[in-house]
């Protein structure tokens, strides 16, 4: 097995201003998968999922052949496995028809969530020829499964803590091909564990004039290009590397369930002029932004953001009691 792990990064405007993302994307060769035996890939807690295997078996007429696709946690007790079988058509006219069968499980509530048979040569190989696996999806909306891009398999809801792509044969099955873009979930890295009321006592007792909450005020965008996740109210609070962390706390309408009081959204990083930062920021999807971002606070009372390749800019003010 041919197996490389590179990092990539991947260039997307979206409606809620999505910009680069860090990704990993796996791409083997020629995954050859003897009877009786497993391959296993790591994947880690990504939060968007695009795969694509191509898998082939030994025609046989005399047996049946059989293979699992599995994509779990580490302990394989969460997840899906999908399992092919190919066995003789029942009452065939000739020897060697077959039919291709596909279960797909959901390994926790050990409970078959899907079931397809197909004895169409048009959309399956049925013999020994290529058949894609399109695997794909986000925690935002659930997971997509594609037997050669022209039959929905299933659509599931995303199961966290996803760890590996593991593949077993029983009988005469070969992946050929694999091939996968994974981007990680790194909303763990954007929790603070602050709640709101840690956030009022810590702006009620900095004489720091940069420190304080801010409401969504008014925006200018190219609504073609991009468009605010929603109207935030943030908290700008002193870090320990002398910049400032901006502290999401309400606010968010694209992805809302995904936000809580307290989770990072961006920082600011102090420049030589006087309230002007460079600005690192969390869209919607929790994808980092710090491409040519920049902010300023004006007068003290206003926070700036702004996204010049988006042509876009936000603008927040001061609140006094909150």
């Not at 030994?58 to 092919?84: A, H, Q, R």
């Amino acid at each position: 097995m041919i197996l490389r792990y590179f990092i990539t990064f991947i260039i997307a405007v979206v409606s809620t201003a999505g910009f680069a993302q860090n990704s990993a994307r796996y791409k083997g060769k020629n995954i050859s998968v003897p009877k009786d035996s497993t391959v296993t890939i790591k994947i880690d807690s990504p939060k968007i999922i695009d795969a694509n295997i191509m898998f082939c078996h030994v025609k046989n007429p005399d047996n049946s052949s059989k293979f699992d696709i599995e994509f779990c946690d580490s302990t394989t007790t969460d997840g899906y496995k999908l399992s092919f079988t190919w066995t003789k058509a029942k009452y065939s006219a000739f020897e060697d028809d077959r039919i291709m069968q596909v279960n797909i499980v959901d390994i926790l509530n050990d409970s078959i969530v899907g079931r397809v048979e197909i004895d169409d040569s048009k959309i399956a190989d049925l013999y020994r020829g290529n058949n894609q696996l399109s695997i794909s999806g986000n925690f935002y909306s659930g997971l997509n499964i594609y037997l050669n891009k022209k039959i929905s398999l299933a659509k599931l809801p995303w199961k966290k803590n996803l760890k590996l792509f593991q593949f077993y044969s029983d009988i005469g099955s070969t992946i050929k091909i694999f091939r996968a873009n994974v981007i990680k979930d790194n909303t763990p890295e954007l929790e603070t564990n602050l709640t709101i009321e840690d956030i009022r006592r810590v702006v009620r007792y900095s004489n720091d004039s940069i420190v304080g909450i801010y409401r969504y005020l008014d925006r200018e965008n190219n609504p073609k290009l991009a468009v605010p996740g929603g109207k935030y109210t943030l908290a700008i609070l002193p870090a320990r590397d002398g910049n400032y962390d901006i502290i999401y706390i309400e606010g968010a309408k694209t992805y809302k369930k995904c936000w809580h009081t307290g989770m990072l959204k961006g920082r600011l990083l102090k420049t030589i002029f006087i309230n002007h930062f460079d600005l690192e920021w969390y869209n919607s999807k929790m994808d980092l932004m710090k491409d040519e971002t920049f902010a300023s606070l004006q007068m003290l009372e206003v926070l700036e953001i702004n996204f010049p390749l988006y042509k876009a800019k936000m603008r927040f003010s001061r609140v006094k009691d909150f």
